[in-house]
């Protein structure tokens, strides 16, 4: 019989075991905050008809679908989170509660190029607060809350959350009369740690922007100071213009509140070249970058948007959100070696049977699971030395040696693996073996 080669498809991650457990770790982390905040789960099916899923896309993003025919259904795999929800938000809105708080972590696909860092498969890690046509500028800060609280639990070095508002960057643009320009001069503003100031310059000129307007902008974008003087002197701007000052309210609203959470001022400032994406925010957004790792990029990111739903109901659900691009941070990580994959056991004790009384080995290993102790039991029908090999290959450090002596003592023999060391311990001591015998 002909053999085929196992092979994964370029822009698939796919783990050794040892890094999947610091994975799932980190996935836990992201998922147990989620929860901690009042976020109920979501699953949505991983494939969708094509008109629903694609209602809202076009560009790029289109053309990275993956797309098939079934029989007579033209379905799509979902290349985001976001629009699962809408979907979601407005098929059940008369069944749901507004706000309507929900987390969900899993898999989409986008068939973009794969290169370093960018997959075709990948986890998205997201929560948005939903509401019915109104939504409390609460919710952002609450959002940023939940940010700050995941990237200390993660505990991968110091981190800064960058905030600002679309009202303010579009009531500015139209003080300068450049509506029709906004694109191109925030894509340019995004660039002017890599290009320089002189670069930007002309490279707005090139856009026919005069001098005198090409200078405010500039100025803007250079407000310097702590978040209340950056607040204060986007005012002392006296810029009439309705969206521009209802952004700083906004903003000022959103840093006055995170004050009010006790949310350290060395995790957050406002920023105003961050825009995000710009056909979808419409009022805070926000990005997360590790302070000691600039080249990452920003690890979490989302903002507010004024209607999740337009393409499915008539409905006004506003709403804020973020997202965490895990497989992405996961491999950013490991790369930056600002994480450890070492490798490490699946479980804390290992069971090594030399006799055939189960039962007997089955109510010790119902007293470690009880005392939340993991336990690995052994089956290989082998030797004592060839189990202890395989407890070794698998990093365990603590084994349960478990024969016919033992069970006529009511006892069990813990080996310490690393150590070389022994102990006989009656089973009535067990109730103490993790405080006693297992050390970190």
Not at 36 to 45: E, I, K, N, V
Not at 186 to 197: A, S, T
Not at 337 to 353: F, W, Y
Request: charged content about 30%; proline content about 3%; hydrophobic content about 35%.
């Amino acid at each position: 019989m002909q053999k085929v080669e196992p092979r994964t498809l370029p822009g698939f991650m796919e783990l050794y075991p040892h890094e999947q457990v610091e994975f799932d770790r980190i996935k836990n982390i992201i998922i147990d905050t989620y929860k901690q905040y009042g976020f109920y789960p979501l699953d949505t099916p991983v494939i969708e008809h094509s008109d629903v899923l694609l209602a809202k896309a076009g560009g790029e993003t289109e053309k990275q679908i993956y797309r098939f025919n079934k029989a007579d259904n033209d379905l799509s795999l979902r290349f985001d989170l976001t629009v699962p929800l809408a979907k979601y938000v407005a098929k059940r809105y008369n069944e749901l509660a507004f706000p309507f708080k929900r987390y969900q972590v899993g898999k989409v696909f986008r068939g973009e190029r794969p290169q370093k860092g960018r997959f075709r498969e990948f986890y998205q890690c997201d929560i948005d607060v939903i509401g019915d046509d109104e939504l409390s500028i609460k919710y952002d800060c609450e959002v940023l809350n939940i940010i700050y609280d995941i990237f200390r639990k993660l505990n991968i070095g110091d981190f800064i959350i960058q905030i600002n508002n679309r009202k303010i960057l579009s009531g500015f643009f139209s003080s300068l009369n450049l509506e029709d320009k906004v694109t191109e001069i925030l894509r340019l503003i995004d660039k002017i740690d890599k290009i320089g100031v002189s670069e930007v310059k002309n490279e707005l000129k090139n856009l026919n922007i005069l001098d005198n307007q090409i200078n405010k902008i500039i100025e803007f974008i250079n407000i310097s100071g702590s978040n209340q003087e950056k607040i204060d002197k986007l005012k002392s701007l006296n810029i009439d213009n309705d969206k521009f000052n209802k952004g700083i309210e906004e903003l000022e609203n959103v840093i006055n509140d995170l004050r009010a959470r006790r949310v350290s001022s060395e995790n957050y400032q406002i920023t105003l070249t961050i825009a995000r994406g710009l056909d979808y925010y419409t009022g805070s957004v926000f990005e997360t970058k590790l302070k000691d790792y600039p080249n990452i990029g920003s690890v979490c990111s989302g903002g507010r948007y004024e209607n999740l739903a337009e393409y499915y109901t008539d409905k006004k659900l506003p709403g804020v959100g973020m997202s965490i691009g895990l497989t992405r941070l996961f491999y950013q990580l490991v790369e930056a070696n600002i994480i450890k994959t070492d490798k490490c056991s699946s479980s804390e004790i290992m069971i090594l049977p030399m006799c055939n009384n189960y039962e007997y080995i089955y109510e010790i290993q119902d007293m470690l699971l009880n005392m939340g102790i993991s336990v690995n039991i052994c089956y290989l029908e082998k030797g004592l030395k060839q189990k202890m090999k395989y407890a070794n290959k698998l990093l365990t450090k603590y084994v349960l040696i478990i024969g016919d002596d033992e069970i006529e003592k009511d006892t069990v023999i813990l080996k310490n693996m690393y150590e070389g060391i022994q102990f006989e311990i009656p089973r009535s001591d067990l109730n103490n073996v993790k405080e006693v015998y297992l050390q970190e």
